[in-house]
């Protein structure tokens, strides 16, 4: 029936969904997503914008990856923290990062951090909030610093220090009190480190280790594993077996070649021929 | 679809139609689809229905408003590039990438999840034979 639509199509396929309700009312839950708890920041300072985040990425009540990166890649000088569904926020700044990329092309022109917050509100309400993502996003351009939150359906606020995540009270906390316009770059990172490190100590969605990352107009520096508050400490025994341990009684040892048979393949079986 | 300013589909009331599974006949086909459901018919809910009419009431609100600047001819036109060169001479069984219909609907400076994930499921085509048949029929 009918010639094809000009629109492309929404990319879901809902052909499970009566099953998936009947399931639902049987009372078989969905599977749990891998979800960031996390705590993410972002403050402004003097020279531009510092975002951190913490590593630990858990799946229901389970740590599903104690070491995981939440400050996503976007363009050279625009980074975003994810928090949320870890698959949605992955591919939702993968996938804005193309597009940015195309677009920086297509324009001639340094790509800025109001373009990417549009792409991602707009991607995010047509969605509904079904795409778990709560993104920090920061960056440097050529307008200068710009720091903004993009919440799961599509809000956007423009502020000069934000967490998100479930840690995000106890980082606030510390941004409220210690907070200053303009300061200096060690002590945003200092600022940072605490906020992240509340987040860390006090909810448990939150965990592992500090990621920080410094944007500036002329670099980006990236602080992988800035501090790491929860190293495990080493095993007080060894628990390795030494050689010898076990007494073997026969040695067997068997060629896998059974028997070989060389065959030259060529006219000759002679030198190249070159001429 | 009717004209209109809005940018977010509404929510429509629920149709139950066998568009998806009919066969040359113009019914319900049972053989290939099993037996005929309502539950099966009245496709999805509120959110598919938003997402899968997301593109279509945003550009017609925006023709919608060429049409108030310009004139009635001016989202015609458009409409009319658009329908010439929808009228591909492939056959609708092979992967189809038809690149002038991108750049009139503005998409081809844009990645999207369709250009890379639709399409791994749905491998060569049963029957040639029926999808000839749809899209001829037009």
Not at chain 1, 92 to 121: D, F, Q, Y
Not at chain 1, 153 to 173: C, F, I, Q, R
Not at chain 1, 220 to 226: G, I, S
Not at chain 2, 67 to 76: E, K, Q, V
Request: aromatic share 6%.
């Amino acid at each position: 029936m009918s010639q094809q639509s000009v629109f492309s199509s929404s990319g879901f396929d809902f052909s499970n969904s009566v099953r998936n309700k009947f399931f639902q009312e049987k009372g078989v839950p969905l599977p749990k997503a891998t979800s960031t708890g996390t705590t993410i920041v972002g403050c402004l300072f003097k020279d531009g914008i510092i975002l951190g985040a913490d590593t630990r990425a858990t799946e229901g009540e389970i740590i599903a990856d104690k070491n995981c990166e939440k400050i996503h890649y976007i363009t050279e000088s625009i980074r975003c923290c994810g928090a949320g569904t870890a698959a949605d926020t992955e591919f939702t700044t993968a996938s804005i990062s193309s597009n940015m990329e195309l677009h920086a092309l297509s324009t001639g022109r340094k790509p800025r951090v109001v373009t990417v917050m549009t792409m991602l509100k707009q991607y995010l309400f047509q969605y509904q909030g079904h795409v778990g993502a709560a993104l920090v996003l920061g960056g440097v351009d050529s307008t200068g610093p710009h720091l903004f939150t993009i919440h799961p359906h599509g809000s956007t606020d423009k502020l000069p220090y934000v967490t998100m995540g479930s840690g995000s009270l106890a980082a606030m906390a510390v941004f409220e009190s210690s907070w200053k316009p303009n300061m200096e770059r060690n002590d945003a990172l200092a600022l940072v480190s605490a906020a992240v490190s509340a987040g860390i100590f006090n909810d448990l969605g939150s965990g592992s280790n500090v990621d920080a990352c410094i944007i500036t107009a002329t670099q980006t520096e990236m602080l992988r594993n800035f501090v790491k508050p929860n190293e495990r400490v080493e095993k007080e025994r060894h628990y390795t077996f030494r050689r010898g341990t076990t007494a073997w009684k026969s040695e067997n040892i068997r060629d896998l070649i059974v028997s070989e048979d060389i065959t030259l393949v060529g006219a000759t079986g002679d030198a190249m021929d070159t001429s | 679809m009717e004209p209109s300013y809005r940018v977010i589909p509404s929510s429509q009331i629920k149709t139950a139609s066998i568009n998806d599974t009919a066969g040359s006949l113009g019914l319900h086909d049972t053989l290939r689809y099993g037996i005929r459901s309502i539950a099966t018919e009245t496709r999805g809910g509120e959110f598919e229905n938003r997402i899968a009419k997301w593109e279509e009431t945003q550009d017609n609100a925006r023709l919608h408003m060429l049409a108030n600047l310009y004139g009635p001819s001016a989202p015609m036109r458009l409409l009319m590039e658009r329908q010439i060169v929808s009228a591909s001479p492939h056959m609708p069984g092979m992967s189809q990438s038809n690149i002038h219909l991108d750049i009139l609907m503005g998409r081809d400076e844009t990645l999207d999840s369709t250009d890379f994930f639709l399409g791994m499921e749905s491998g060569p085509p049963l029957s040639i034979h029926n999808d000839m048949e749809k899209k001829l029929r037009l």
